[in-house]
């Protein structure tokens, strides 16, 4: 199992830019989740999707958006980046059963210059 | 809204002393607190966790305690050794995780530990 991937690791965007991280798990998890890690501000949740088919916005979605292609995929799209969005962004995953556990990607460093 | 605050953001101890690091939560409905480890570079990993209706959980070196009265918990951490520097965050389950999983994360510790 290759647990949880994301590409690019490293990305440098000027600003009005548009991307799209992809991530992709082989765990079979039902849940799926965006973060981004920021010095000083731990982990925030940007989008998550609870379930194949359904997403839904977290703390920071602003300039955001996602979309669950399908069980194993969850893509997050920035349209216009911003200096604002230079961050490390996290992907991870949890079977959305029994577990609270989640797993994480290895993560995408962007920078918006 | 609710807020997961962890203490202290850094923290510094010789080899073999123990590391306490502190988080509080505001959402009473929180039932599942979860403490991440991450290294320098790597992603963050699970090390230890605890459900509302256990006081405390140990795994070797590390353990972890919950007052669910006060809305905090501790991870404690014995014997350190240069292998646990890095930077840990702690995290707490929202009203409805059951379903959507969230979680909220303390802004996290950096633990160095001299050798």
């Known amino acids: 199992n290759a647990g949880v991937t994301q590409t690019p690791k490293f990305q440098v965007l000027k600003t009005g830019q548009s991307m799209t991280l992809q991530c992709a798990q082989d765990?079979?998890?039902?849940?799926m989740y965006w973060y981004r890690q920021d010095p000083g501000m731990g982990l925030r949740l940007i989008y998550y999707?609870?379930?194949?088919?359904?997403?839904d916005k977290g703390e920071v979605p602003n300039g955001y958006n996602v979309s669950r292609l399908n069980k194993r995929e969850f893509s997050l799209r920035l349209e216009s980046a911003a200096p604002s969005q230079t961050s490390v962004y996290f992907c991870a995953s949890r079977t959305g059963t029994s577990s609270y556990e989640q797993y994480f990607g290895p993560g995408t460093r962007l920078t918006v210059t | 809204g609710e807020n997961v605050e962890q203490h202290p953001s850094t923290l510094s101890v010789q080899e073999g002393d123990s590391a306490v690091i502190k988080c509080t939560y505001s959402d009473s409905a929180s039932n599942y607190f979860p403490w991440y480890k991450q290294e320098l570079g790597k992603r963050p990993q699970l090390i230890i966790d605890?459900?509302?209706?256990?006081g405390e959980k140990k795994d070797q070196r590390i353990a972890v305690t919950l007052n669910k009265t006060a809305k905090h918990f501790s991870l404690h951490i014995t014997e350190t050794q240069p292998e646990d520097s890095a930077v840990y965050f702690c995290?707490?389950?929202?009203?409805?995780?059951?379903?959507?999983?969230?979680?909220?994360f303390g802004q996290g510790t950096t633990l160095q530990v001299k050798p």
């Open positions: 995290a707490a389950s929202t009203s409805g995780s059951s379903n959507t999983g969230k979680l909220i």
């Open positions: 605890i459900r509302s209706n256990v």
């Open positions: 999707s609870a379930s194949e088919g359904t997403t």
């Open positions: 765990m079979n998890h039902n849940s």
